[in-house]
């Protein structure tokens, strides 16, 4: 029976590479363990006058390659081993992109469709009051993630510059343009997820621009990656959010689709296009599937009936060990997480070193530096995968954990 702990899965992957490359296994007990956990109570005042307490949490797993990145997600599933793993995979993801962060993550165990925007700003504000002392833009940089978005990092900065007494624009990443934001950041995890299927797909012998996509989840990721796939000339035929799916062979045009989803509040019932679950979804036949939703969607039940040539993970550890194993098997290909959703917090690092230089890149030149920082990533693990005979997962984890354990290594342990 699969253990579906994020956090234990986390491990397991650790463990992998850690026996693959031979590592030092002092170093390994110390990248088993978080740096820092923190679980804060949030007590918010109600729209109806209740006094209702949420719990947040912020981890930050390590910071021997310079300070911790990662986003911040308010989810009713949100734990402290659930933020323990995405907090380690943020490690990893930002090792293998070459940036000079380590991992970190955070969350407020809430339902935001049962929230007024009104409450959810409260619970941002005291949230973030509660472990301002924990970041700062050379200790700790937030970001969006699941259901939070540029306002929500507007309301953190403003926030934490509130208790420091002038604007820290660099203390939050993925904020509107007019507060410190970056050109291209809304976009970026899609944009950084279709420069990956386009660099790593050629080696199988196919063109984005003839491949057929299926994209569960339509939030900020899996949305772009239909508007962004579409562009380059690629063909979505099937799309879902939380309560269900769409499919038509022949595509689903994104503007049509996302004004229908804005309408209404889903992209079930599109007209034109028939309803499937997400389950029917990620065995659709297709070149490219692209989970965008939650942790643990393709799992040892499904994984022989997945279809796709090709799997980009736009979402957080959405492919269990044992699903990745029989995909493998299968010879079925799976961009991992830790590249293929890299684009966001790639540009994060760009929009961060922007507001401590105090200067803006144009949407252009984010873009290039962007690809090439994809295209890097993606060469290196694939020629790691050759070299070493292994699967682009494994190659992943043996780039960052190398690149992590080295800068444990050169700075060895206080005092």
């Known amino acids: 029976m699969e253990n579906h702990n994020p956090y234990q899965l986390a491990l397991k992957q650790l463990d992998r590479v850690a026996r693959k490359i031979k590592l030092d296994p002092n170093i390994h007990e110390k990248l088993k363990y978080p740096r820092t956990c923190l679980i804060v109570s949030i007590p918010i005042v109600m729209d109806d006058g ?10 930050q797993h390590n910071i021997d390659r310079g300070p911790s990145k990662g986003g911040i997600r308010f989810h009713p599933e949100v734990s402290l081993d659930h933020v323990k793993a995405l907090a380690m995979w943020m490690t990893w993801k930002c090792a293998a992109m070459g940036l000079p962060y380590g991992g970190a993550k955070g969350g407020v165990a809430c339902d935001t469709k049962k929230l007024s925007i009104r409450e959810i700003e409260k619970i941002t504000r005291r949230f973030t009051t509660e472990i301002t002392p924990f970041i700062g833009p050379r200790k700790d940089i937030p970001a969006p993630d699941v259901y939070t978005n ?8 403003d926030t934490y510059s509130m208790h420091a007494a002038h604007a820290v624009p660099g203390v939050v990443t993925g904020k509107p343009l007019e507060i410190g ?9 899609a944009q950084g997820c279709i420069f990956a299927v386009d660099e790593l797909i050629g080696y199988m012998g196919k063109e984005l621009s003839s491949s057929t996509f299926v994209i569960q989840g339509y939030g900020n990721a899996g949305a772009f990656a239909h508007k962004i796939a579409q562009a380059e000339g690629g063909k979505v035929i099937a799309v879902s959010d939380s309560r269900g799916g769409i499919f038509n062979p022949d595509g689903l045009d994104y503007e049509k689709v996302f004004a229908f989803k804005a309408k209404t509040g889903s992209v079930k019932n599109f007209p034109g296009a028939k309803n499937l679950t997400n389950k029917k979804l990620l065995e659709l036949e297709c070149d490219v599937l692209i989970p965008a939703a939650l942790e643990n969607q393709i799992t040892a039940e499904n994984a022989p009936r997945i279809k796709a040539c090709l799997i980009a993970e736009a979402a957080n550890g959405p492919t269990s060990a044992e699903a990745a194993l029989i995909l493998h ?18 540009v994060s690092c760009f ?15 984010v873009n290039r530096r962007l ?15 050759l070299s070493e005979k292994c699967d682009l997962r494994l190659a992943a ?3 960052a954990v190398k690149r992590v354990a080295e800068a444990a290594r050169l700075r060895g342990i206080y005092p």
């Not at 306002?151 to 900065?157: D, E, F, H, L, S």
């Not at 929009?351 to 030149?365: K, V």
């Not at 690809?371 to 995968?385: H, L, N, Q, Y």
């Open 150 to 157: 540029p306002q929500t990092m507007a309301w953190m900065m």
């Open 371 to 385: 690809k090439d920082t994809m295209v890097e990533a993606c060469r290196a693990i694939r020629d790691i995968s």
């Open 50 to 59: 209740r006094l209702k307490v949420f719990t947040g949490y912020r981890v």
């Open 181 to 189: 934001g970056s050109y291209g950041r809304m976009e970026a995890t």
């Open 397 to 399: 984890y043996i780039l």
């Open 351 to 365: 929009e961060w070193a922007q507001n401590l230089i105090g200067y803006s890149w144009s949407a252009e030149e």
């Open 329 to 346: 098997q299968r010879n079925i290909p799976i961009i991992p997480d830790i590249i293929a959703n890299a684009g966001g917090v790639v």
